[in-house]
Nanobody, 124 residues
Framework: VQLQASGGGLVQAGDSLRLSCAAS????????AGWFRQAPGKEREFVAS????????KYADSVKGRFTISRDNAKNTVYLQMNSLKPEDAAVYYC??????????????????WGQGTQVTVSS
């Protein structure tokens, strides 16, 4: 499966963005999905994940209550709605697919396929 992340941009603190991750090559319902992010000089970190049917979702504590992960399997797309953005949310955001589709895992090592990343910049 190939993943294409989009929707990043430059916003002010407090604004919202919605990231999209479009899959091709194989139906996204075959996979669980996750969003990770990496800021300059930092390691890639978990943001949110969702099982294949959307029943299970998990969030990093730093984004809980502000970000929402969702998916539309008919459109082969996973979304990350980001509200109340903070400067510390600035990073390159990556979507990923996990063949163990019944879970919503938090470790990047568990994911099999990765998109190219989309930049999110938040000004204070």
């Amino acid at each position: 499966v190939q993943l294409q992340a989009s929707g990043g941009g430059l916003v002010q603190a407090g604004d919202s963005l919605r990231l999209s991750c479009a899959a091709s090559g194989r139906t996204l319902s075959s996979y669980a999905a996750g969003w990770f992010r990496q800021a300059p000089g930092k390691e890639r970190e978990f943001v949110a994940s969702i099982s294949w049917g959307g029943v299970i979702t998990k969030y990093a504590d730093s984004v809980k209550g502000r970000f929402t992960i969702s998916r539309d399997n008919a459109k082969n797309t996973v979304y990350l709605q980001m509200n109340s953005l903070k400067p510390e949310d600035a990073a390159v955001y990556y979507c990923a697919a996990d063949s163990s589709r019944y879970y919503a895992r938090t470790s990047s090592r568990e994911y099999d396929y990765w998109g190219q990343g989309t930049q999110v910049t938040v000004s204070s």
